[in-house]
Every structure is written in structure tokens, then in C-alpha cells.
Nanobody
Framework: QVQLVESGGGFVQAGGSLRLSCTAS????????MGWFRQAPGKEREFVAA????????YYTDRVKGRVTISRDNAKNTVYLQMNSLKPEDTAVYYC???????????????WGQGTQVTVSS
């Protein structure tokens, strides 16, 4: 079992930056692929970024490519999402997830955090 806790969300103006963190319990964090997803009100949950267990492979949705960086620190059981040049359309609840493959598909992830709200004002 893995428990995931996100933090770092908040309110920011367009063009600003935020860094989200997701800390995992347990000693198996380094075995998992980690992903970030987001869900805006009335919309389906969508993929943002994923990173392989070693951190050597990353994958982004085209909507955030160039503005967002996913990274991880296996010694701290933590995955990060650095978001720059934020836009109002980035407003959503952001979730981290753990799975066994680098994938944009939600059902490929077995464990989910509770989410952290990101609000970007215009």
C-alpha cells in the first residue's frame, strides 16, 4: 500500500508559478512510476505529466509542455510538479498517482492522493 499526500496548491495570478509536492508513505516509492493529473469543475480528470521510477523518463501532455516540469527525489519519497507561466485554464484540483507504467491513462495508476487545489486568476 502507498499513501500519497499532495501539497503546494494555492491561488496565483496568471503568469505566476507554483510547485506542487506529493509525498508517499512506505518504502516502495522508488519502484513506482508517478503521475500528476488534474480535474477542473465539470470536466474529466486529465493527465498532466508522469515520471519513471528512476526519474530518467518523463512524459507531458502537450497542454503543459514547456511550462511544467516533473521531478522526483526518491530519498525523500517525493515527486514534484513545477508549474510556470500559469494560465487560468490551469485551474483545477491536481492529483498525484502511483502506478507501474509511464502512461497518460488514469486506470494505469493504482494509488491516488486526495488532491490539492490550484486556482489561477486572470
Amino acid at each position: 500500500q502507498v499513501q500519497l499526500v499532495e501539497s503546494g496548491g494555492g491561488f496565483v495570478q496568471a503568469g505566476g508559478s507554483l510547485r506542487l509536492s506529493c509525498t508517499a508513505s512506505g518504502r516502495t516509492f522508488s519502484r513506482f512510476v508517478m503521475g500528476w493529473f488534474r480535474q477542473a469543475p465539470g470536466k474529466e480528470r486529465e493527465f498532466v505529466a508522469a515520471i519513471s521510477s528512476s526519474g530518467g523518463v518523463t512524459y507531458y501532455t502537450d497542454r503543459v509542455k514547456g511550462r511544467v516540469t516533473i521531478s522526483r527525489d526518491n530519498a525523500k519519497n517525493t515527486v514534484y510538479l513545477q508549474m510556470n507561466s500559469l494560465k487560468p485554464e490551469d485551474t483545477a484540483v491536481y492529483y498525484c498517482a502511483a502506478g507501474m507504467r509511464v502512461s497518460p491513462i488514469t486506470t494505469h495508476y493504482d494509488y491516488w492522493g486526495q488532491g490539492t487545489q490550484v486556482t489561477v486568476s486572470s
